[in-house]
């Protein structure tokens, strides 16, 4: 089966189908609030991300682009990725989903900044991710994950 990430519109059907995932309780996950709040036309940039299965929306993402001004994490200065919300439908897991969008967003070939939810961290080291040094000031009680592609390191 050959998996396909598209961004997703920012339209009513798309909300439709984000009431399905907070429907599996994982409510802290929710992009609905974030959808309603950007909800413009169709073909307005959106920041979500998803895989299909048939008509059934089955794995989406937030991926936001962070300009370098406010990289706190990577050096060489640079824009960076910071993904949210990944979230795949509980029929549809271990099935290469979240993989799938993962290395969909490693492909822009910038570093990616996340926060393990729901006993995630495991998903995360598998995908190349390593727990950035934490800093009080900057982390604010997250405890991001980061992936860098060749060239880049953590900022100390």
Do not use: C
């Not at 429907?23 to 609030?33: C, K, P, R, T, V």
């Not at 169709?42 to 089955?58: A, C, K, M, Q």
């Not at 979240?98 to 492909?107: E, I, N, Q, R």
Request: charged share 30%; hydrophobic share 35%; aromatic share 16%.
């Amino acid at each position: 089966m050959t998996v396909r990430v598209e961004r997703l519109k920012i339209n009513y059907k798309t909300l439709e189908e984000f009431k399905k995932f907070k429907e599996y309780g994982l409510q802290e996950l929710s992009m609905l609030e974030d959808l309603e709040a950007n909800i413009i036309e169709n073909d307005s940039d959106s920041p979500f991300y998803g895989i299909y299965y048939g008509e059934r929306l089955v794995a989406r993402m937030s991926l936001y682009r962070v300009s370098r001004e406010y990289n706190k994490y990577f050096e060489p200065a640079t824009d960076y990725l910071e993904l949210w919300k990944l979230e795949v439908l509980p029929d549809f897991q271990n099935q290469g989903f979240g993989t799938a969008l993962v290395d969909f967003a490693k492909g822009f070939g910038l570093p990616i900044k996340t926060n393990a939810r729901m006993q995630s961290k495991e998903f995360w080291l598998k995908q190349g991710f390593v727990p950035a040094h934490y800093d009080m000031e900057r982390d604010l009680g997250e405890n991001p994950l980061i992936w860098m592609p060749v060239g880049f390191s953590e900022k100390k």
